[in-house]
């Protein structure tokens, strides 16, 4: 495979879109497995300035990606978990609240909630949402109020409208003014995406 090109013009869009990467807002897959739903998600991320996305069973088992992600997986690193239970264990421990798409009795409307704090919003698959154990073990519920006869979005619709609103409440905080990466490990991932 050949080295892109590393143009004047190439190198300063890598650094201009690294000094807007928030590492503490992320997104968390429970067996989200359909392709075209996690490309869609990781482009979703990408275009809020998501570093890296975490899944638990991505693609069913497939490692393949749909080519509408415009190649959005080069960019979005995915960490996989073998189970919720580690996933969540993960984010918890990085600092992170978790907030569970999921309609129960105490969901908050999604843009009640500040997403300024370190935040991995859990999707769960369409047909079935996140899991009852998923559910249990995040910080808060939320939810996209829905005026018409369904209930929820694709998860992709879901996951890009929680997130465009995570990033207006961090755009008017300034989250994307400054680099919010280390200075060292913004210069790793900028060599490295001179190889992508």
Known sequence: MAVPERTPERMARIREVLSRRQPDLTVLLENVHKPHNLSA??????AVGVLRAHAVNPTGGVPTFNETSGGSHKWVEL??????????AHLKGQGFQVL???????ALDF???????PT??????EK????????ALSDL??????????????????AAVILF???RQRIRAGFYDVPRLEKEALEALFQDWLKR
Not at 100 to 106: F, P, R, V
Not at 111 to 117: A, F, G, I, L, P
Not at 142 to 157: A, D, E, F, H, R
Request: aromatic share 4%.
């Open 141 to 158: 519920h939320i939810k996209i109020p829905m005026m018409g006869m369904v209930q929820s979005l694709n998860v992709s619709v879901a």
């Open 100 to 106: 569970a798409a999921h309609l129960s009795e105490g």
């Open 79 to 88: 960490q996989v978990y073998p189970d919720i239970q580690s996933a969540i």
């Open 128 to 135: 079935w949402g996140v899991s009852e154990e998923a559910a």
């Open 165 to 167: 609103e995570a990033q």
């Open 120 to 125: 991995a919003v859990l999707l769960g698959a």
């Open 111 to 117: 843009r009640e909630v500040d997403y300024t704090k």
């Open 41 to 46: 998600i990781l482009r979703t991320c990408d």
